[in-house]
């Protein structure tokens, strides 16, 4: 039986970040557990390579929400990575830092230890941004960050009708000024190459003798003395472990930490008594909470053949693919999305208030992992800050098996509306040159969807989760919340969790970067 000062449960963004920093002190001794394998297949570092690997068992951990009528009463996909790097392994590589106002917005409902002064600082702390310093951009941390290098006819024209609206274009699509924007995405691509956490973090962190990674190492729970964490227990090679620390800190995300804890006895009695789940800490606040961003692809034909669809099929996909093993910069190295847009669903909002992601591609929509064999393109869409929140829960004992979500999608009048006038505003944004003479026509949702009982029920049929799930450990200054704002489990000792499941309001766009900034400045914390 092996004992530790840290227990980091997780490879993911939180946890890779918490393994580099706890471990920078050579008196710290660190263990690192990941439930997935090594990073080693080929296709996690192409990043066009995504779509094979979120399709791929043996990486990701396959949650499904309930069937319900915000889902189109069926399962939605919530897939999450299981594998070195967690999701940022299998993520789209966007890197979004967020806005001022959601750090500051978090520090209100916890501690100023998180405000936008000190998160903009981690993020300058981490990064190593190709376009070098500034008062919140970073030029020497781990995290290499570059700008788009393929630039056509068609991404110009993208850009250049938001810029037709009054949308403004930045170096910095991440600059901190809250504009209406619309440009090149920065992106966790370096050297053609996905720059995952484990690449950028936990490789390095890994050379030092104080830090152990142990991989196919699923946790069941967390082992107690009383109130106090004392370690994990741990599923590995078909044998059952404990391994022992002085801190466990759980990173293992929005869906999978809410159900360690009500493994370990830490949730609703109501829940975990039925399963026969000895009770170390009632708190009904576990697994609530949970916010997420409701997505919806807008998708067009083209006129003319200037699309990226025939790229990805054929003799020219396999071309493509050669030249990427070839060391030649071009498609299989773009990111998911390499154009973002911030707008307002209302004008007279201080902020933007949604996000669209602009491609020069489309889906078959029978089977998304496939594109469309005639030209098309299309824009991912959802607003940023849902006040919706649904909730995630164990119903059995098993560690392997997924918790069951409830996305409650769309509850509040007040989504529904943004969610309806978000559409209209892209809708305009395609009728506006000179994008609007290359289109031919909206194919999805398509013409038949033009009020706002219709567009509600097309996002029901046709969308998405963002994921983007937060808050189902939520942090807070008030009792009733999982987790303080140090991080500490409520009510117990020895226990903290950092990941997305500790933010009290969803950032307003992708969590990959703004989680790494909360773990760097977490690790501020932990350690003081």
């Known amino acids: 039986m092996s004992s530790y000062d840290f227990i980091i449960v997780g490879s993911g963004a939180a946890g890779c970040v918490l393994a580099y920093r706890l471990s920078e002190n050579p008196a710290n001794n660190v263990l690192l557990l990941e439930a997935g394998p090594r990073d080693s297949h080929p296709l996690i570092h192409m990043p066009k390579g995504i779509a094979k690997v979120m399709a791929d068992p043996g990486h990701i951990w396959a949650h499904e929400s309930k069937p319900e009528a915000s889902t189109g009463n069926k399962s939605e996909y919530w897939a999450r990575g299981r594998v070195l790097g967690g999701s940022t392994s299998i993520n789209g590589m966007m890197y979004v830092r967020g806005m001022p106002a959601d750090f500051d917005g978090i520090a209100e409902l916890s501690s100023d230890d998180w405000n936008w002064d000190h998160i903009g600082q981690a993020y300058k702390a981490l990064e190593n941004h190709e376009l070098g310093g500034a008062e919140t951009r970073g030029a020497d941390g781990p995290m290499k960050i570059t700008l788009p290098t393929l630039r056509d006819r068609l991404s110009e024209a993208q850009i250049a009708a938001g810029n037709a609206l009054g949308w403004a274009t930045k170096r910095d699509m991440n600059e901190p000024d809250d504009a209406v924007s619309i440009g090149y995405a920065p992106r966790t691509v370096y050297k053609r190459k996905r720059q995952s956490a484990a690449i950028a973090f936990l490789k390095p962190a890994m050379a030092r003798p104080n830090l152990t990674v142990l991989t196919g190492a699923t946790v069941d729970r967390v082992v107690f003395d009383g109130k106090r964490a004392t370690g994990v227990l741990v599923h590995r090679n078909g044998a059952t472990e ?201 194919t999805s949702p398509g013409p038949a969807y033009q009020t706002d009982d219709e567009i509600i029920a097309a996002y029901d049929k046709f969308g998405t989760c963002g994921y983007h799930a937060v808050g189902s450990c939520r942090m807070g200054s008030d009792a009733a919340s999982v987790v303080d704002p140090e991080l500490r489990v409520r009510g117990v000792e020895g226990l903290r969790v950092m990941d997305t499941s500790i933010m009290p309001i969803i950032p307003s766009g992708n969590t990959n970067g703004p989680t790494m900034a909360m773990a760097w400045r977490a690790a501020d914390i932990i350690l003081r």
């Open 242 to 442: 404990t391994h022992m620390g002085r801190e466990i800190i759980l990173c293992a995300g929005a869906l999978a930490s809410p159900a360690i804890l009500e493994r370990s006895g830490i949730g609703d009695p109501a829940l975990l008594e039925p399963l026969g789940i000895a009770m170390v800490h009632a708190n009904p606040q576990v697994g609530e909470n949970l916010i997420e961003h409701r997505a919806m692809l807008l998708q067009a034909r083209l006129k003319a053949d200037i699309s990226h669809n025939r790229q990805y099929s054929g003799w020219r996909a396999i071309w493509n693919g050669i030249k990427y093993y070839l060391g030649v910069d071009g498609l299989m190295s773009a990111a998911s999305y390499e154009i973002v847009g911030w707008l307002k669903t209302d004008p007279s909002l201080n902020r933007p208030d949604a996000q669209i992601l602009v491609a020069p591609f489309s889906f078959n929509m029978d089977d998304r992992t496939q594109v469309e064999t005639v030209p098309g393109m299309h824009v991912t869409l959802y607003t940023l800050r849902p006040d919706s929140k649904g909730s995630i829960h164990i119903e059995t004992r098993a560690p392997e098996a997924p918790a069951s979500i409830s996305a409650n999608h769309h509850a509040t009048a007040h989504d529904r509306k943004k969610m309806v006038d978000l559409v209209h505003a892209v809708r305009r944004y395609l009728a506006t040159e000179p994008l609007a003479s290359l289109i031919a026509e909206e």
